[in-house]
């Protein structure tokens, strides 16, 4: 399956997506994709009834409004330096254990919603990655077997960052990862039997038509499977939470010299199978 879901923000509805651009409504028997939902086996529940109205072909999407395909999530966990070439761009070493830090839950926007410049800021930065949502609590995993169990499903996501709070402001990335629509999420929340192999998806991004970043989950150093397992030895991951992989190289802060997002830039971006994003970069409230 393929969940969306669709509205204005803050009063967003269920849906799934049939075909290339058409869906079925799930709002009369889902709230909302949420921690209650997928903690509570929502995913295996609906399954049939969206085969059942799949099949009537559903209605256009239209230029509805996609919003990010997870409610607002207990917490967003990141990794950091997961790609070997990423790395060397940013003249830092490969990590012998994966790398974590957090992002603000209130960083979730929808894929094609604006990304805010905050206040302050000189060098924002763009991040395609593969995002991971976790579909049943998770705590001490003994195996990578064991972590497939707990993934709800996919999600294509931007970890927007400022490199400037991130880097020169107290060594917290904390500070250059959470301000406000720095989390693009979306368009879908793909289920792994729709995934053939994660560990080989074609990602990349451009930013106002110029090709940025050309990568593939191919190359990360820790896996996913592997990061969810790893993570679950620190910290309980409940229903709906968020796991920011990594990316790529061609980040802005890897450019010589250095290129940072300015207001009216555009970035697009996709993976395979995830569908793709489209933001526009504006100015400072």
Same mark, same amino acid.
């Given at each position: 399956?393929?969940?969306?879901?669709?509205?204005?923000?803050?009063?967003?509805?269920?849906?799934?997506?049939?075909?290339?651009?058409?869906?079925?409504?799930?709002?009369?028997?889902?709230?909302?994709?949420?921690?209650?939902?997928? #903690?509570?086996?929502?995913?295996?529940?609906?399954?049939?009834?969206?085969?059942?109205?799949?099949?009537?072909?559903?209605?256009?999407?239209?230029?509805?409004?996609?919003?990010?395909?997870?409610?607002?999530?207990?917490?967003?966990?990141?990794? #950091?330096?997961?790609?070997?070439?990423?790395?060397?761009?940013?003249?830092?070493?490969?990590?012998?254990?994966?790398?974590?830090?957090?992002?603000?839950?209130?960083?979730?926007? #929808?894929?094609?919603?604006?990304?805010?410049?905050?206040?302050?800021?000189?060098?924002?930065?763009?991040?395609?990655?593969?995002?991971?949502?976790?579909?049943?609590?998770?705590?001490?995993?003994?195996?990578?077997?064991?972590?497939?169990?707990?993934?709800?499903?996919?999600?294509?996501?931007?970890?927007?960052?400022?490199?400037?709070?991130?880097?020169?402001?107290?060594?917290?990335?904390?500070?250059?990862?959470?301000?406000?629509?720095?989390?693009?999420?979306?368009?879908?929340?793909?289920?792994?039997?729709?995934?053939?192999?994660?560990?080989?998806?074609?990602?990349?991004?451009?930013?106002?038509?110029?090709?940025?970043?050309?990568?593939?989950?191919?190359?990360?150093?820790?896996?996913?499977?592997?990061?969810v397992r790893?993570?679950?030895?620190?910290?309980?991951?409940?229903?709906?939470?968020? /796991?920011?992989?990594g990316t790529?190289?061609?980040?802005?802060?890897?450019?010589?010299?250095?290129?940072?997002?300015?207001?009216?830039?555009?970035?697009?971006?996709g993976i395979?199978?995830?569908?793709?994003?489209?933001?526009?970069? /504006?100015?400072?409230?």
């Amino acid at each position: 399956m393929k969940l969306l879901r669709i509205g204005e923000p803050g009063h967003e509805k269920p849906a799934a997506l049939v075909g290339e651009d058409r869906i079925v409504d799930l709002s009369d028997v889902v709230d909302d994709i949420d921690e209650a939902f997928l #903690g509570s086996g929502g995913l295996e529940r609906i399954a049939p009834i969206v085969a059942e109205r799949a099949a009537g072909g559903g209605e256009p999407l239209g230029d509805r409004r996609i919003g990010s395909p997870i409610a607002r999530p207990h917490q967003i966990i990141c990794v #950091g330096l997961n790609y070997s070439d990423h790395a060397a761009e940013t003249g830092q070493e490969v990590p012998d254990e994966p790398i974590l830090f957090t992002k603000s839950p209130n960083t979730i926007v #929808g894929p094609h919603d604006d990304v805010r410049i905050p206040r302050g800021a000189t060098k924002p930065d763009w991040e395609v990655e593969l995002g991971i949502v976790i579909g049943t609590r998770a705590s001490y995993l003994g195996s990578v077997e064991e972590a497939r169990e707990h993934i709800a499903g996919w999600v294509l996501v931007n970890d927007v960052s400022e490199r400037a709070f991130q880097m020169e402001r107290g060594g917290q990335w904390l500070k250059g990862k959470s301000a406000e629509t720095f989390n693009p999420t979306g368009p879908w929340l793909v289920t792994p039997d729709e995934i053939e192999d994660v560990q080989d998806l074609s990602m990349w991004l451009d930013v106002n038509g110029e090709r940025r970043q050309t990568g593939s989950t191919a190359t990360m150093v820790f896996d996913p499977y592997e990061i969810v397992r790893y993570i679950s030895q620190f910290m309980v991951l409940e229903p709906g939470d968020l /796991i920011d992989t990594g990316t790529p190289p061609g980040v802005g802060l890897g450019m010589t010299p250095p290129v940072w997002l300015a207001e009216g830039d555009v970035m697009t971006l996709g993976i395979d199978g995830l569908g793709e994003q489209r933001q526009r970069v /504006i100015g400072p409230r």
